[in-house]
């Protein structure tokens, strides 16, 4: 039987180990991928320590590689994500779910066909494994959840191009993996909808240079240590307060903070549960929507104790067709920047899990490691090539 490596977590150690398992075979709708490239996730550390998993179980969720085969009721497919040498991208989900359902972080995976994209030609394999579940989880918050037009799904139409005032929308943290891609998805629905929206962000000072720029386009900016900070974001909307928000950090009271900043009618996303001790929810005129990437896979996910996402079809075409939005000719999405470690498979848990593993990203422990690759990380992925 033919094996390939794979970083394997011992759910009732917490331990993750290289080791052989048996090359897996795609199951119908699926492809077999080479991993070329992979990236780290805040999810990935978390689940690692605090395992949902029941059984061993491949950890990891960030891919890109080539396609090295095809399951026989894709053999006449003509699409080219099914074709021998594709270069593709997606995203598993590992040890983040109590279902059986293998990660990334492996010399070969299979995944359905319809849920990776087809990476564009001058795209580098590496920047393409930093995209897919952040860029997905900020689609699903900004288009399916708070019904900003998409330019590839019909989302329900939050704007008419018709009203002259600038729609205000507010990314919180927005210098994080999330953020990043959330902002390029708002300048995705303005360009849709043809009306102006006044984009804030709040991030450290030392990130609005690059955050005033292309591709995200902040119109204002605020740093989220000041603490008057939402005092500055509803100034900043003459008054009229924020109609959209994305809380991409949620953690302390930042989704009570980002609340009060939304107009009456506003609406607003956070992409970690809420968890009681962090703020008096009964408290906030507007509950924030919480959603989990998971559902975009379409299938039932045991998640955190209490939490079952039953399989949703529609969260699921939702996916499908941002993953063909992406993949259909240029580049739709910038990549992250991303942090190239040294080694492969074999580094990830003393060096890439070590720099995202603490469970909130507001406390992520310094090292004491002086490499410079070691250095604490800011938003950038941590990214490994798989020779
Ligand atoms: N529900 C889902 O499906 C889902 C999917 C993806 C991620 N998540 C969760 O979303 C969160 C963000 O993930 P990520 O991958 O985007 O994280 P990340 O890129 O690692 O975010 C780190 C950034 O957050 C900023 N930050 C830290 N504390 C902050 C605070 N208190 N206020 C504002 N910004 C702060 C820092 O920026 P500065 O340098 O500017 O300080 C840092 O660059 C994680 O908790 C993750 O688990 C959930």
Known sequence: MSTVKAL?????????????????TPATGEVLIRVRAIALNPVDGLFIAH?????????GLDFA?????????LETSTDKR??????????????????FRPGAFAEYITAPYDLIWSVPDDMPLENASAVSMCGLTAAQGVFYRMGLPAPFADTASATS???AEPINVLVYGSSSSLGQYAAQMVNMAEKTSGRKIRLIGAASRAKHAFLSAAPFNYDVLVDYRDADWPEQVRKATEGAGVQYAVDSIAEGNTPALVESTLSEDGKFVTFVPHSPDDYDASKLRIQPVYGAVWEGLGEMVTFRPGMVFPADLKARAFAASFFDYLGSGGV????????????????????????????????????DRTEEYMRPISGEKIVYTIA
């Open 65 to 73: 590689g080539v396609v090295e085969g095809a399951a026989s009721d």
């Open 332 to 367: 739709k999405v910038v990549p992250n920047p991303i942090r190239l470690m040294p080694g492969g498979l074999e580094n990830v848990v003393a060096d890439g899990l070590a720099l995202v593993s603490h469970a909130k990203v507001s406390q992520r422990k310094v090292q």
């Open 51 to 59: 395992p949902i998993a029941t059984s061993d179980r491949v950890i």
């Open 161 to 163: 191009s018709q009203q």
């Open 8 to 24: 394997i977590l011992d759910p009732t150690t917490s331990e993750v180990t290289l080791r052989n398992i048996p090359k897996p």
């Open 82 to 99: 099914t074709q021998t040498g594709a270069r593709v991208a997606g995203f598993l989900q590992g040890a983040c779910s109590g279902n």
